[in-house]
C-alpha cells in the first residue's frame, strides 16, 4: 500500500471533506461540529480545502448526487457509503470548483487511501474520470431538471416559491454563492473610515459602500487575525443585516435591557459598544454556546450579566424589574444564511417550521409582561419564511392587543424582510418592533 508519506498532496483534505459530508447528510451533525474535529491534524492550507470542498459539496449536493448516481450500478451501501460522499468531493471538483482535472482526481483517488479504502481506489478514479469525459453532457441533463438544479431539498423550494414567486430564483442562486464577510467596527475604539484606513494599510482590500456607520464589507474573507485590533477588540465580524439589531434596539442610558437567545453574542456586544451604561442581561438555553458570550464580551472589553435561562419560563430567572427593550433573536429555521451554512438545507425538516413557529409563539408571550408599558422588543430572525415572521407578529399582535408595530424599515414599514443577497449583499433576515401600549 501507498504510504501516507507518498500521498499526493490534498489526500488528507479531500478524505476529511468526505467524512464531514458523510457525518452530515447520514449522521445528522452540522459542519460547525464536524469539520474542527475531523481536520485538527490538518495544515492551514488543508484545513481550508476541506473547508472549501464540504461547503461546496452541501450547495450542489442534489446535482453532484445525479452525476455520481449516472455512473454507479448500484448505490453504495454499508460499509462503502462514505465513499459516496468521497465520490461527490471528486465531482465537485471537476464540475464546480474549476479545479486541475488530474489533480482533482488524482488526490481524491488517494484519499481513498485515507479512509482505508484501497480496493476501491480502481472505482474511484473510474466513475470520476467518466464524470470528467461526459461532463458537458452532465450539466446539459441537469439543466432539464429544475427541480435538481437549484440544489434545495423540495420541501424548502416549494416554501420560497410560495412566499417569494417572482424572487425564489434570485434566493435559490444567492443561497449557493459565498457570503461576503461584513465587519462591525467598535465604535468604542475606532471610527469606521479610520478603521478602513487600517485595512488599506494591512492590505486587506475594502468595499467602500455601506448602511451602516458600523459596518465595513471585505473585498475578500481573510483570517480574523490578520485584522488590525481584532485581538484588542477593535473589530467583530457580523453581517450587515445582523447588524441592524442593535440600531433597531437603540438602547438609552442604563436602560435595563434583555438580549434573549443571545449566544454567540454578537448583537448583545453590539447594544453595548453603541450604549456602554446600559444594563444587559443576555440569556440563552445553551450553555455550552454562552461560552461564546463571555468571550466575546471579554474580547471586546463589555461588560453584560450572562445567565443560562429557558425564554419560555423567565420565573425561573428574572427579577420582577421590568425591561425598558427586549431584543429575541428568536430560534428559527436560519433559511437566511444558508449561503453561510448550507448544511441547513439537508439539516432542517419541514415538520421543524411549525415546532420552531410555536416555540417562538411561546417564548413571545412569556416574554411581553416583562416588557415596561411603553417599552419596546424587537424580534428578529434569520429566517425567510413567513410562517416565522410575518405571519408570528400578526398572530402575536392578535393575542396581545397592547402590542404596536412601529416602523423598521427605512421606507417606513412596520416589518423588514431582507433576502439573502438582495439589499446590501446581506443576509436573509427579518425585523418587527413592536411597543406596548401604555
Known amino acids: 500500500m501507498m504510504s501516507q508519506q507518498s500521498l499526493r498532496p490534498g489526500a488528507a483534505s479531500r478524505a476529511v471533506a468526505a467524512q464531514a459530508i458523510f457525518q452530515v447528510v447520514e449522521q445528522g451533525r452540522s459542519l460547525s461540529q464536524a469539520l474542527p474535529a475531523l481536520s485538527s491534524q490538518l495544515t492551514a492550507r488543508d484545513r481550508g480545502m476541506a473547508q472549501a470542498l464540504a461547503y461546496g459539496v452541501l450547495r450542489y449536493l442534489p446535482q453532484l448526487n445525479f452525476m455520481v448516481g449516472s455512473q454507479l450500478a448500484k448505490p453504495l451501501k454499508g460499509e462503502l457509503k462514505p465513499l459516496h460522499s468521497l465520490l461527490l468531493v471528486g465531482a465537485y471538483q471537476l464540475a464546480y470548483m474549476g479545479s486541475a482535472e488530474h489533480a482533482a482526481v488524482s488526490a481524491t483517488v488517494d484519499a481513498a487511501l485515507v479512509l482505508k479504502r484501497a480496493k476501491q481506489k480502481g472505482l474511484v478514479n473510474g466513475v470520476l474520470r467518466t464524470i470528467q469525459r461526459q461532463l458537458p453532457q452532465l450539466l446539459k441533463q441537469l439543466e432539464q431538471k429544475p427541480a435538481l438544479a437549484h440544489g434545495h431539498p423540495r420541501w424548502l423550494a416549494e416554501r420560497i416559491e410560495k412566499a417569494y414567486p417572482n424572487q425564489a430564483a434570485r434566493i435559490f442562486t444567492a443561497n449557493n454563492e459565498q457570503a461576503p464577510m461584513w465587519l462591525r467596527i467598535n465604535a468604542q475604539k475606532t471610527s469606521r473610515s479610520d478603521y478602513i484606513q487600517l485595512l488599506k494599510a494591512a492590505d486587506i482590500a475594502v468595499i467602500e459602500d455601506a448602511p451602516l456607520a458600523t459596518a465595513i464589507c471585505l473585498a475578500e474573507p481573510v483570517d480574523v487575525y490578520t485584522l488590525p485590533y481584532f485581538s484588542d477588540g477593535w473589530v ?34 453590539h447594544i453595548l459598544e453603541q450604549q456602554p451604561s446600559a444594563n444587559v442581561l443576555a440569556i440563552d438555553a445553551d450553555a455550552k ?12 472589553r463589555l461588560n453584560a450579566q450572562v445567565k443560562t435561562a429557558d425564554a419560555t419560563t423567565p420565573n425561573d430567572w428574572w427579577d420582577g424589574e421590568l425591561f425598558d427593550r427586549i431584543l429575541l433573536d428568536a430560534p428559527c429555521s436560519a433559511t437566511g444564511v444558508i449561503r453561510r451554512h448550507p448544511d441547513i438545507k439537508w439539516l432542517r425538516r419541514n415538520d421543524d417550521i411549525r415546532e420552531l413557529a410555536e416555540l417562538q409563539a411561546r417564548i413571545l408571550d412569556a416574554l411581553w409582561p416583562t416588557l415596561k ?17 410575518s405571519q408570528q407578529i400578526e398572530a402575536f399582535k392578535q393575542r396581545h392587543g397592547d402590542a404596536i408595530a412601529v416602523a423598521t424599515g427605512p421606507q417606513g414599514s412596520v416589518e423588514w424582510q431582507w433576502l439573502p443577497g438582495n439589499e446590501h449583499n446581506g443576509d436573509g433576515f427579518y425585523f418587527a418592533k413592536l411597543e406596548k401600549r401604555t
Do not use: M
Open 373 to 389: 408599558p411603553g417599552g419596546t422588543l424587537v424580534y428578529a430572525t434569520c429566517s425567510i419564511l413567513p410562517e416565522e415572521n
Open 289 to 300: 454556546r454562552l461560552e461564546r458570550v463571555h468571550e466575546n464580551l471579554a474580547r471586546l
Open 236 to 269: 467583530s465580524v457580523q453581517d450587515i443585516a445582523a447588524q441592524h439589531a442593535a440600531w433597531l434596539v437603540d438602547a438609552q442610558a442604563k436602560e435595563n435591557i434583555l438580549d434573549c437567545c443571545a449566544a454567540p453574542g454578537g448583537k448583545t456586544a
